[in-house]
């Protein structure tokens, strides 16, 4: 039998399981002069086969088009008395308890 702790993160994974993504579809304008990659947000063109990582998002660039995921997850079902805490440095997030930010939430 697993030990209690390792349940209890499992179950904090869980919690934080839903993240954010997009696609945008590649528009080709001339089919003379198709585009060669896609532009990302910030108007930079990007090869096809592409990756990279902005802004805490994972994109990538295919000849469909421009995928990216936010890597930060999204708290969903955190109980009323714990929160997301995100570190924008390292791009990951936690479940802590909002009485003492030192201590891990416990989703159970």
């Known amino acids: 039998m697993a030990p209690l702790h390792v349940f209890v993160y499992l179950l904090g994974l869980v919690v934080l399981s839903h993240s954010a993504c997009f696609f945008r579809q590649l528009e080709v304008k001339d089919v003379n002069n198709p585009?060669?990659?896609c532009v990302d947000e910030d108007g930079k063109q990007h090869a096809f086969g592409?990756?990279?990582m902005r802004d805490c998002k994972a994109c990538s660039c295919t000849t469909a088009g421009l995928s990216c995921c936010d890597m930060i997850p999204e708290a969903v079902n955190v109980p009323q008395e714990c929160e997301?805490?995100?570190?924008?440095k390292t791009c990951s997030g936690k479940v802590v308890l909002k009485s003492d930010k030192t201590k891990l939430?416990?989703?159970?």
Request: glycine share 6%; hydrophobic share 35%; with cysteine.
């Open 35 to 37: 585009p060669k990659g």
């Open 50 to 52: 592409t990756k990279w």
């Open 84 to 88: 997301l805490v995100v570190n924008r």
């Open 105 to 108: 939430c416990n989703p159970v």
